[in-house]
């Protein structure tokens, strides 16, 4: 089990590659650096069609900093196609999550150390409660949940709309590399 939010899927069509590239092309527009909130006249996703491969995210008017990047490869068959998606987090957000939820775990560990010492030292928790672990573990928890939480609430819309766009007939969890 992977601690960090990622996906990988397999979405099975029987679209021709064509038509699938052009269904990504309808539905992903280039990057734009600065986006006007209020202007709704874009295509659901920006990124970057190349050959049988493409990036995208999901194009939203509120802030995610855990909004899913997505990798796909197109891989055509005989009847159809599929598309293989991998969702996951920008490096950065992995990175500052990391730390954050590091120096949290860290003082959770300080204090339990600091607790059972002072029980094994006086035989008894003295002035100190269990209920000291309930900030830093609260935290811990509260952003693990965020992480959590919004990159799949993000990333289950974006497999709608991926099976939705290539008429899928099958979408699988693949294994991870």
């Known amino acids: 089990m992977t601690l960090i939010p990622y996906e990988n899927l397999n979405i099975k069509t029987t679209l021709d590659l064509a038509k699938v590239l052009e269904k ?77 939820l590091g120096f949290v775990a860290f003082f959770f560990l300080a204090i339990l150390g600091s607790y059972i010492s002072t029980i094994l030292q006086t035989g008894t928790a003295g002035a100190s409660s269990p209920m000291m672990f309930f900030i830093p573990g609260a935290m811990f928890v509260f952003g693990y949940g965020l992480v959590l939480g919004s990159f799949k609430f993000e990333s289950k819309r974006s497999k709608a709309y991926f099976y939705e766009l290539f008429q899928a007939y099958e979408i699988e969890e693949a294994t991870t590399d």
Request: glycine share 6%.
């Open 24 to 100: 990504l092309n309808e539905a992903i527009e280039p990057k734009q650096r600065f986006r006007k909130f209020w202007d709704a006249s874009h295509k659901p996703y920006q990124g970057a069609v190349d050959g049988l491969h493409f990036d995208a995210t999901r194009i939203i008017h509120y802030r995610n900093s855990f909004l899913p990047i997505i990798k796909g490869e197109i891989q055509p068959e005989i009847n159809g196609c599929t598309i293989n998606l991998k969702m996951h987090l920008h490096t950065a957000v992995v990175i500052f999550m990391t730390l954050w």
